[in-house]
């Protein structure tokens, strides 16, 4: 295959970037995204609870019970817990919570699952006790509506939340190395990066672009971190540092791109 240089697109320029140390904070723009986010995963979650409540108070209050009926229910609130919680998810990475503040910064990260929990536990008990079922339809009912509550509550739950520390210590690595909040990224890879001349950085990227913008910008982007290879990608960008440091060998992170 033969090989792309890419294209390059640049945030605008930016003057008011944070000096090393200072608290990371969201822009008013991704705060705006995220409320238009968590808006959205609220309706998602507010309609699970509501096909909750149908299978509930009418469904299953029925002489004879409609299984299809039941079992359609089941699966459309899993998939609307699962829906508003990738909705909420992605909010947090554009304004995420400070994780000194543990009870804000658990519930917020976890929320989705709390709701798939909130939206099944009460729908599951009521199968295993309703007496209009019998055994096999409590038996089939009771062990759909678990298995899609664990899946949807495993996709729910964020198992490597953002934090304002996280972002904070990013954006002051990077202004320390480099001299402003500016990173690197493709749209296929997982991590950020100091420079676009990284080994890293995906040329190859799935539509030929190398992206540019603040640490923000690629979280806000989809990228969990910066790179772990940050030792050796300074010395790859022409950035000062000692020569004599060992270069981090370690190419073995799946999250990482491959080199072009």
């Keep these: 295959m033969e090989k792309s240089s890419g294209a390059r697109e640049s945030a605008p320029e930016r003057k008011d970037a944070e000096p090393p140390g200072e608290t990371w904070h969201a822009t008013p723009e991704a705060r705006k995204k995220a409320g238009t986010l968590r808006l959205l995963a609220g309706l998602l979650w507010a309609l699970a609870i509501a096909g909750e409540s149908v299978a509930i108070f009418w469904v299953l209050r029925q002489a004879e019970i409609n299984m299809v009926l039941l079992v359609g229910l089941i699966v459309v609130i899993g998939a609307l817990a699962i829906g508003g919680s990738l909705l909420w998810k992605k909010a947090n990475r554009l304004d995420p919570a400070e994780r000194k503040d543990t009870v804000r910064f658990f519930v917020q990260n976890q929320l989705g699952a709390i709701i798939t929990i909130v939206a099944f536990l009460p729908?599951?008990?009521?199968?295993?006790?309703?007496?209009?079922?019998?055994?096999?339809?409590?038996?089939?009912?009771?062990?759909?509506?678990?298995?899609?509550?664990?899946?949807?509550?495993?996709?729910?739950?964020?198992?490597?939340?953002?934090?304002?520390?996280?972002?904070?210590?990013?954006?002051?690595?990077?202004?320390?190395?480099?001299?402003?909040?500016?990173?690197?990224?493709?749209?296929?890879?997982?991590?950020?990066?100091?420079?676009?001349?990284?080994?890293?950085?995906?040329?190859?990227?799935?539509?030929?672009?190398?992206?540019?913008?603040?640490?923000?910008?690629?979280?806000?982007?989809?990228?969990?971190?910066?790179?772990?290879?940050?030792?050796?990608?300074?010395?790859?960008?022409?950035?000062?540092?000692?020569?004599s440091e060992p270069a981090d060998t370690d190419s073995s992170d799946p999250s990482e791109e491959p080199a072009p």
């Design 123 to 243: 729908l599951i008990v009521m199968i295993l006790l309703n007496d209009d079922l019998d055994k096999k339809d409590k038996a089939i009912a009771g062990t759909i509506g678990v298995v899609v509550a664990v899946l949807a509550t495993l996709v729910s739950v964020d198992w490597d939340p953002p934090s304002v520390e996280q972002y904070t210590a990013e954006s002051s690595t990077v202004i320390e190395i480099t001299g402003e909040d500016l990173v690197y990224w493709t749209s296929s890879g997982e991590v950020f990066h100091l420079c676009e001349d990284a080994s890293a950085v995906n040329l190859e990227s799935k539509d030929n672009t190398i992206y540019s913008g603040t640490v923000a910008e690629a979280h806000a982007a989809g990228k969990s971190r910066l790179t772990k290879q940050v030792e050796m990608e300074r010395r790859q960008c022409g950035f000062s540092a000692d020569e």
